[in-house]
């Protein structure tokens, strides 16, 4: 169990392989949600700002919960205009982007848009399949969504009915914010990057290791840059190469 833990570490450490330092300028449509962490954020914005919003698809009251990402608070940076961060309730990971009226710019499906001067008209132009009004009953917004980007448009609490949705009355409503989510820990399962793992010369899982003890290892070796040189794609996301001391 002590060597599965010590390859354990060895394998997590090499995760980033391949990964370059985020730029300072990035647009939106580069960001990878769940690649790009809050740590990287703080490193290249010294100023990063935490701050409280409001978040538009839940009740007013925080009882009800979104398990995706750490809800009611987030993170601005100077160096992207319109945009509030938000992590993973459970990692260091960005899960969700909060559009504001400040953002122009193209959508991470390449859209263009404007969202100063967005109504809900324009968006169903774009998204035909997002044709769909929804909203939690106790949220102040109603939503076009397919689950992972949202638009919202504010409710009018002087009409006398939320439903059924008036949306000829509604289609002409300002955008007021877009929610971009993803669940870090599905992407996270779906997208393991794991290193090709050599026991004395032959390729193994990283089950087949777990009965090795420390003091029946004679050396471990970790290779970065040179993995796919010298083992094509499968050395893509790292290789470590492990010797034991009954080959020796």
């Known amino acids: 169990m002590k060597i599965y833990i010590i390859i354990f570490t060895l394998l997590s450490s090499i995760n980033l392989f391949g990964q370059n330092s985020i730029k300072r300028t990035i647009e939106l449509s580069e960001i990878k949600l769940c690649e790009l962490t809050l740590s990287e954020l703080k490193k290249q914005d010294e100023n990063l700002k935490e701050v409280e919003l409001e978040e538009m698809n839940l009740c007013s009251d925080g009882f009800i919960q979104d398990a995706r990402f750490e809800n009611r608070k987030g993170y601005v940076s100077k160096y992207y205009n319109g945009m509030i961060f938000q992590k993973d309730r459970d990692s260091d990971l960005i899960s969700k982007i909060r559009l504001t009226k400040e953002f122009k710019g193209k959508l991470p499906d390449g859209n263009y848009i404007d969202l100063s001067?967005?109504?809900?008209?324009?968006?169903?132009?774009?998204?035909?399949?997002?044709?769909?009004?929804?909203?939690?009953?106790c949220s102040d917004y109603w939503s076009l969504t397919d689950e992972s980007m949202y638009f919202y448009v504010a409710i009018d609490k002087t009409k006398e009915s939320r439903y059924p949705i008036d949306e000829k009355f509604y289609i002409t409503k300002p955008i007021e914010g877009?929610?971009?989510?993803?669940?870090?820990?599905?992407?996270?399962?779906?997208?393991?990057?794991?290193?090709l793992i050599i026991l004395n010369g032959k390729e193994v899982t990283k089950a087949q290791i777990e009965k090795y003890k420390p003091e029946d290892i004679e050396s471990i070796t970790v290779l970065k840059e040179s993995a796919i040189e010298e083992y094509g794609e499968k050395g893509k996301n790292g290789v470590i190469i492990i010797i034991t001391k009954s080959v020796k």
């Open 178 to 195: 877009i929610d971009i989510v993803s669940n870090c820990y599905e992407f996270t399962q779906n997208n393991k990057k794991e290193p």
């Open 117 to 137: 001067n967005l109504n809900a008209e324009k968006v169903l132009e774009k998204y035909p399949k997002f044709n769909t009004w929804k909203s939690s009953g």
